[in-house]
């Protein structure tokens, strides 16, 4: 059975860090690429980054050059490191596995295992 459990989220001030955790269980995520997206009250879902099996990357323009994420296979889990978080970082985020031909983080939103959140909340 595909899982896929975050943690890591919290309550930070602006400026602060994160550092999200995605530990994947009942497959292989060494080949899937995985990801991360969020949702805000009132908000659609946004892609935020993806990794694929290659090691290859992509972020939104809004989170890239303050989040970096990484995957370490042997542990088969999912990391985010969110530095520089302003309020409108505040969202619950998700991650999320699937098949992919090439790292897009705007289709993190529409793949097939996710998790169930971690809350991610920032405070001005």
């Known amino acids: 059975q595909v899982q896929l459990v975050e943690s890591g989220g919290g309550s930070v001030q602006a400026g602060g860090s994160l550092r999200l955790s995605c530990a994947a269980s009942g497959f292989a995520s060494t080949g899937y690429c995985m990801g991360w997206f969020r949702q805000a009250p009132g908000k659609e879902r946004e892609g935020v980054a993806v990794i694929d099996i290659y090691w290859r990357t992509s972020y939104a323009n809004s989170v890239k050059g303050r989040f970096t994420i990484s995957k370490d296979n042997a542990k088969n889990t999912l990391y985010l490191q969110m530095n520089g978080l302003q309020p409108e970082d505040a969202a619950m985020y998700y991650c999320?596995?699937?098949?992919?031909?090439?790292?897009?983080?705007?289709?993190?939103?529409?793949?097939?295992?996710r998790g169930q959140g971690t809350q991610v909340t920032v405070s001005s």
């Open positions: 999320a596995a699937d098949g992919c031909g090439y790292p897009d983080y705007g289709a993190t939103i529409q793949f097939l295992y």
